[in-house]
């Protein structure tokens, strides 16, 4: 039971990070009165890469909700090819004493499945209720939410909805530049190979003719697989502009790629395209005189480099109510005027904890867009299974290559290079 004086606190989002925030709240805030909605009935369907990594995976296993996902689809490896047709092969579960296996759990049954996990935590969710606008009541007391069945007044508001987020927008922050932001297209089909273990394994291919584009293919039961595509927003309007191709133009011609290096791709259906706002962006997650913080994709908590923004979002959801949990517990006035410290305390950790990655995952994304580099980069990863170890785990996970880390891909970079200038240096001699 929730009383008179409880905490009330409205997210917005029925996604896996509006549902693991509610979901961590109502056990940070035991007494809080925590309500979810979202503007869709479920289950529904919702444009993914559907790849669930290690990251992911930790943080439901801290909610308890790791038999959620019993049901789906697990692959041990991961493989990434580049410039000439060199591929690099991690093959898991255990990479650097850490486990690196993940799901493929189409969104259609994982966020059903979340949002069960939600009610059940006894958060109030309404499913088919939009987000229509909210106001500040007044300094310190809150704020007025409108929604589709009605007003109410909460102590927070939390925007878990997506990129092309509403909170964001009645927060009067603005979205994020193109110049940071990727648009991805994704398709459901069957997916083959005679040789290679594609049920086993979550493929990246950076595509030598068309790079920056990059490509997955994520399998699925029954040869099934998620397989799509990403670019920079800024370079798809020039692909446009030089070459007349479009997004689907780019898919097409990553499935003929698939088929040039032996896959056999067939029942491609369900396609559809979504932008993804990335972290290089550095959204404001809080905006001045609001009683309100965005999470996820709304604060383009995506990884620059492999278009992962599950983990991230519901991370950070897990972080938030902790550190309101935190207070609460040391008797810290969190609520009203202490609410803006209590929300700069929470930002401060997060960019503490996921800065460096982001980072780093953002020059990688950003080298990976050259010919060269890419093809320098995977031909290191290939030479070196602590590389690729660390490499998945980037895509995947919260790793940071920090000095060591750096120190050893760089290494692995340059001696090819070396090797095929050796002869020509001791024929000069």
């Not at 697989?225 to 479009?246: C, D, F, M, S």
């Not at 550095?282 to 905006?287: S, V």
């Not at 938030?320 to 410290?341: C, F, K, Q, S, V």
């Not at 980069?377 to 590389?387: E, G, L, P, W």
Request: aromatic share 6%.
């Amino acid at each position: 039971m929730t009383g008179n004086n409880a905490p009330r606190i409205l997210v917005v989002g029925g996604g896996p990070t509006g549902t693991a925030t509610a979901i961590a709240l109502r056990r940070e805030l035991p007494d809080a009165h925590v309500t979810l909605v979202d503007k869709a009935t479920f289950p529904r369907d919702k444009t993914c890469g559907d790849g669930l990594g290690p990251g992911a995976r930790r943080v439901l296993d801290g909610l308890g909700l790791s038999d959620l996902l019993r049901e789906f689809h697990m692959p041990m490896s991961v493989a990434i090819s580049g410039p000439g047709g060199v591929e690099a092969l991690a093959r898991g579960p255990i990479m650097e004493g850490r486990d690196l296996a993940g799901y493929v759990t189409p969104r259609l049954a994982l966020d059903d499945l979340l949002l069960g996990a939600a009610r059940d935590s006894r958060a109030e969710v309404r499913e088919g209720v939009s987000f229509e606008g909210m106001s500040p009541v007044a300094t310190g007391a809150g704020e007025r939410a409108v929604l589709s069945d009605g007003d109410a007044t909460f102590d927070l508001v939390i925007g878990a909805d997506g990129a092309y987020s509403g909170v964001r927008r009645a927060m009067g922050l603005e979205r994020p530049a193109m110049r940071h932001t990727h648009i991805a297209m994704r398709a459901y089909g069957k997916v083959t190979h005679p040789d290679k273990p594609v049920s086993d394994t979550l493929r990246f291919d950076f595509l030598e003719s068309l790079l920056p584009v990059y490509g997955w293919v994520f399998p699925l039961p029954d040869d099934g697989a998620n397989l799509g595509v990403g670019i920079p927003v800024t370079h798809l309007k020039r692909q446009t502009e030089r070459h007349g191709r479009k997004l689907r133009d780019l898919f097409d011609l990553y499935v003929e790629d698939l088929e040039r290096r032996g896959f056999a791709v067939s029942g491609v259906e369900r396609v559809a395209a979504h932008q993804l706002p990335h972290a290089a962006a550095r959204t404001p997650m809080t905006a001045s005189g609001h009683a309100a913080v965005l999470l996820g994709d709304a604060a383009a908590m995506i990884n620059p480099l492999s278009g992962e923004g599950i983990f991230y979002g519901m991370a950070a959801g897990v972080q938030l109510a902790e550190h309101l949990g935190a207070l609460e517990r040391a008797g810290t006035a969190w609520r009203g005027e202490g609410l803006p410290a209590a929300l700069a305390g929470f930002e401060q950790a997060h960019r503490s904890r996921f800065g460096r990655h982001f980072r780093e995952c953002y020059l990688a994304q950003q080298l990976m867009r050259s010919k060269v580099w890419a093809g320098v980069a995977t031909r290191a990863v290939a030479a070196s299974d602590d590389a690729m170890a660390h490499v998945a785990l980037m895509l995947f996970d919260e790793q940071s290559a920090g000095s060591r880390g750096l120190l050893r891909l760089a290494a692995n970079s340059l001696r090819p290079l070396l090797r095929r200038r050796a002869p020509g240096a001791l024929a000069g001699r």
